[in-house]
T-cell receptor, first 110, second 115 residues
């Protein structure tokens, strides 16, 4: 089967660092994505990992371990506008499907 | 232009109506997608078009009928929908379907209510 797990909700303080974890079991692997989605809006692309290691992009970093089926998204210097859902998504091999996790709702408090 | 546009933004339709959702992108992307998203749930893939040909149909009921008239446009024709079809319908595009061209750009969605 195919399964993507991430925590349902997290709360963090403005200015802090938060790590959102994602574990996956999919039929093949051809990359992992992180998307941000504000309530009522479309998802926007944050990062893409296909090789093991850390990808850094400004305040956001994403890490992948293919052997462990594990990724995390690291958000630094949290801002109130970072309050949103963060979706982990995995693309499988063979077909052209991207499977989304249920998302982690992040609440940033002052 | 890195934008995917969708019309209408909101749609209310009865179960006997026929309506269409429209999606447009001018990024030269050759893959386009329809997703359905219920509240507090992740997007669920419905259809994928690659080079204007249907590549994936995720066992979607025939009351949803996709159409790709050209490389920039994607339609979703709706007929005889059920109240449980009420959801946010998201269109997305990517450069292609091959590795290295996978990032999807999403439109703002059409919020559909079936009465």
């Amino acid at each position: 089967g195919q399964n993507i797990d991430q925590p349902t909700e997290m709360t963090a303080t403005e200015g802090a660092i938060v790590q959102i974890n994602c574990t996956y079991q999919t039929s093949g692997f051809n990359g992992l994505f992180w998307y941000q989605q504000h309530a009522g809006e479309a998802p926007t692309f944050l990062s893409y990992n296909v090789l093991d290691g850390l990808e850094e992009k400004g305040r956001f970093s994403s890490f992948l371990s293919r052997s462990k089926g594990y990724s995390y998204l690291l958000l630094k210097e949290l801002q109130m506008k970072d309050s949103a859902s963060y979706l982990c998504a995995v693309r499988n091999t063979g077909g052209f499907k991207t499977i989304f996790g249920a998302g982690t709702r992040l609440f940033v408090k002052a | 232009d890195t934008e995917v546009t969708q019309t209408p933004k909101h749609l209310v339709m009865g179960m006997t109506n026929k309506k269409s959702l429209k999606c447009e992108q001018h990024m030269g992307h050759r893959a386009m997608y329809w997703y359905k998203q219920k509240a507090k749930k992740p997007p669920e893939l419905m259809f994928v078009y690659s080079y204007e040909k249907l590549s994936i149909n995720e066992s979607v009921p025939s009351r949803f009928s996709p159409e790709c008239p050209n490389s920039s446009l994607l339609n979703l024709h709706l007929h005889a929908l059920q109240p449980e079809d009420s959801a946010l319908y998201l269109c997305a595009s990517s450069q292609g379907l091959l590795a290295g061209a996978l990032e999807q750009y999403f439109g703002p969605g059409t919020r559909l209510t079936v009465t």
